[in-house]
């Protein structure tokens, strides 16, 4: 069974700092993974989509990178700002079934 | 707005009434999916459909749930003698076919049921 951990849970950063969360994944037989992002209350809004075959994918001031064989992955982010605030979670597709599993999220804090 | 639709937004509900929601999914994309998340956890997967096929179910989904996609258009997700532990946002999503196909969600429904 697929499980996926974001770490960390919180993270509290001043704006203009930079950033990384990071989220592993048991089960290295996905076809991509996808960083989402949360607002309070909100659905999710995807920021990035990496195939298994990618090793990084970026937009704007977002890059995630992937390293399936040994199951983790991280979303940099850079010169934080306040609107960055959110939950971002990540979600893995395939391995043994057609679905995203997902992380329990980390909820970013990024304070003026 | 050619994204995920989700109907109703909000649910308020008493306990061991009916529920239904709907999901308008993006055109043409015939894969949707619906997940349950609650406070402070990740979305969790309920019932897949590929086109009006149902291909998978959670044992999450309990036998007072049940999901529909009538013509592989849009979907309906009903819970029968709702209970308080079915409050939580429900999402839909939708992808193209084959394995890279990037999943798109909508805002979600709420349920609250007191």
């Known amino acids: 069974k697929q499980e996926v951990t974001q770490i960390p849970a919180a993270l509290s950063v001043p704006e203009g700092e930079n950033l990384v969360l990071n989220c592993s994944f048991t089960?290295?037989?996905?076809?991509?993974l996808q960083w989402f992002r949360q607002d309070p209350g909100k659905g999710l809004t995807s920021l990035l989509l990496?195939?298994?075959?990618?090793r990084e994918q970026t937009s704007g001031r977002l890059n995630a990178s992937l390293d399936k064989s040994s199951g983790r992955s991280t979303l940099y982010i850079a010169a934080s700002q306040p609107g960055d605030s959110a939950t971002y979670l990540c979600?893995?597709?395939?391995?043994?079934?057609?679905?995203?599993?997902f992380g329990k999220g980390t909820l970013l804090t990024v304070n003026p | 707005d050619t994204g995920v639709s989700q109907n109703p937004r909000h649910k308020i509900t008493k306990r061991g009434q009916n529920v239904t929601f709907r999901c308008d999914p993006i055109?043409?994309?015939?894969?949707l999916y619906w997940y349950r998340q609650t406070l402070g956890q990740g979305p969790e997967f309920l019932t897949y459909?590929?086109?009006?096929?149902?291909?998978?179910k959670s044992r999450l989904l309990s036998d007072r749930f049940s999901a529909e996609r009538p013509k592989g258009s849009f979907s309906t997700l009903e819970i029968q003698r709702t209970e308080q532990g079915d409050s939580a946002m429900y999402l839909c999503?939708?992808?193209?076919?084959?394995?890279?196909?990037?999943?798109?969600f909508g805002q979600g429904t709420r349920l609250t049921v007191v």
């Open positions: 089960d290295s037989a996905i076809y991509n």
């Open positions: 055109s043409e994309h015939n894969r």
């Open positions: 979600a893995v597709f395939g391995g043994s079934n057609y679905k995203l599993t």
């Open positions: 999503a939708s992808s193209l076919p084959g394995e890279g196909a990037k999943a798109f």
């Open positions: 459909f590929q086109n009006e096929a149902q291909l998978e």
């Open positions: 990496i195939q298994s075959s990618q």
